[in-house]
Nanobody, 127 residues
Framework: QAQLMESGGGSVQAGGSLRLSCAASTYINRLNCLGWFRQAPGKEREVVARMVGDGSSPRYVDSVKGRFTISQDNVKRVLYLQMNRLEPDDAGMYYC????????????????????WGQGTQVTVSS
């Protein structure tokens, strides 16, 4: 069973950038859906980006389109989330997770449809 570990969070000013990493302990099936989620205090965990494990079909929540990029390094077994032009509303705990590939094509997959959660990495954005 794969274990995931996020890193790369931190505190930045609005307009800044961060790159989050999600390292997998074992091989992740390329047909799985790989997702990045965000949870702000008092709010539900929401998907911000996801892609199929073969690198296809990246999708983003509207609020991050044009600013965030999901990518992966299959050799290193690492999933990335490049976050540019960060805004205060981007703050929260960020998690990566895995689901079956069809979750990448539903309009708004829920956190409950994903498995193998990491411990998360905190992102703070000051205005």
């Amino acid at each position: 069973q794969a274990q995931l570990m996020e890193s790369g969070g931190g505190s930045v000013q609005a307009g800044g950038s961060l790159r989050l990493s999600c390292a997998a302990s074992t091989y992740i099936n390329r047909l799985n859906c790989l997702g990045w989620f965000r949870q702000a205090p008092g709010k539900e965990r929401e998907v911000v980006a996801r892609m199929v494990g073969d690198g296809s079909s990246p999708r983003y929540v509207d609020s991050v389109k044009g600013r965030f990029t999901i990518s992966q390094d299959n050799v290193k077994r690492v999933l990335y989330l490049q976050m540019n032009r960060l805004e205060p509303d981007d703050a929260g705990m960020y998690y990566c997770a895995v689901a079956s590939s069809d979750r990448c094509f539903t309009p708004t997959p829920s956190a409950g449809e994903f498995q193998h959660w990491g411990q998360g990495t905190q992102v703070t954005v000051s205005s």
